[in-house]
């Protein structure tokens, strides 16, 4: 799979959580790539490992508009 | 025409290029000769203790037909007595007065010698002083050139000495062969310098004889290291004049010394900060009278800029210049093959099959002619494919926009540290 299929897939899969409300709580990156923790308002939570460069990128684009969201 | 004048801390020149400190400057009948080409200052090459210099001291690298696109040099500073040198620059400066005349000088680290030094030197009507505490062969091995040079210590305690006997303008010219060259820069600034000169010139063995088996140059069969100049250090010097210029503690005058062969290259310097250039390596190779190419092609380019004098372009680029961590990862650019121009030679392809991202794809059109094309969604904008290709404008880099707003790396590990503050293992680093 190229790298920028497997780019759309992590994103799909981010685009999905932010779409049902969920937030990004949480996040640990290691040599792996990213490991976020998301939850939802309504306490549901879960969790997405990234490891293209682009969604490790891009999550944090989302967690910045979030963050002015809640500013 | 633009105003080219120059004022280099106190030193004023008719225009900003300068010959550096080195064989083109050691006598007066030389630079009598390159003032009567057209040249705006020199830097009279070294005067300290006289030297005896060896046979063979210059070689150069010659690249894929490019004469002289590095250069080498295991010669020394000045090997006349100190009173022949003065009588030349009283004489120089008397025909040219209107010229700056720069004298470099190195003397071991020690009061007396630079007070002694530079007391004469003034007397005889110099504009200013170089210190070289780069020179990286023979005089380093006495203590004196980039074995000072190194050394913050030593450069801030030398500059201080020659400020107190100085009365005209005092340059520091710092060597490259250092981790960070801000450091000694700095250093200089500490000691009272009036401005930096750099870059001086870059350890080097030119080479090996794969037939004799000697160096390049050998003395009778030995060689040492020397100091490499010359185009191919041109971007090295860049950045080092650039890191120089963006720092606060540094904060004087620079003239930008590495490489530089003709007006564009001059332009670049000043552009990142330097006020003047000097050159030497470009003189020595094509002789005094490039420096009329380089006046017209300067003052065509203020003119096209509308600019109406040449100290307009001085820092411009600095501004433009960061260090990694404050680049946007958001930005992005992707390579656009015209198929109309492509040779299809098919360079980019092999250069980004076997050495980048596998992005340009061979395709066969309707009428069976091959062709070029890149996947852009996983083009990741390297420039390698531009770079190789042999045809210009066969290949261009556009930008593509994106919909997420610019964020740097920096501000990426500062959001995710907020996110987890409180937790020990969050800790990320900005560069």
Known sequence: MSEFAQFKLEKQKLDDFVAQKFKIVGVKEDLEGAWLDLEHPGGETANLHLTTANARKYYVSLLLKQEQTQA | MADLRINLAGIVSPNPFWLASAPPTNTGYQVQRAFEAGWGGAVWKTLGDPIINTSSRFAAIHFNGQRVAGFNNIELITDRPLEINLKEIYETKKRFPNHAIVVSLMVEPNREKWHEIVKKVEAVGVDGLELNFGCPHGMAERGMGAASGQQ????????????????????????????????????????????????????????????????????????????????????????????????????????????????????????????????????????????????????????????????????????RYSDWGNLDLNYAVVARIDTDTCINCNKCHIACEDTSHQCIDMLTDDQGQSYLQVREEDCVGCNLCAIVCPVDGAISMIEVSGNDAPMTWNERQEAIGKLSEGEDSTKKEAV
């Open chain 2, 152 to 319: 913050p210590d030593l450069v801030e305690v030398q500059t201080m000495w020659v400020k107190e006997a100085a009365t005209t303008p005092v340059i520091v010219k710092l060597t490259p062969n250092i981790t960070d060259i801000t450091s000694t820069a700095k250093a200089a600034v500490r000691g009272g310098a009036d401005a930096i000169s750099l870059i001086n010139t870059i350890n080097s063995l030119a080479g090996v004889d794969i037939d004799s088996w000697n160096t390049i140059p050998h003395v009778g069969g030995k060689g040492s290291h020397g100091g490499y100049c010359g185009p191919a250090v041109k971007p090295i010097a860049l950045h080092m004049v650039a890191d120089c210029a963006r720092n606060p503690e540094v904060g004087v005058p620079i003239s930008g010394i590495g490489g530089i062969s003709n007006w564009r290259d001059a332009v670049e310097f000043m552009l990142m900060g330097a006020t003047g250039v000097q050159v030497c390596t470009a003189a020595m190779h094509h002789g005094f009278r490039i420096v009329e190419d380089m006046i017209d092609g300067l003052n065509n380019y203020l003119d096209e800029k509308g600019l109406a004098s040449v100290t307009e372009l001085i820092g411009k680029s600095v501004p």
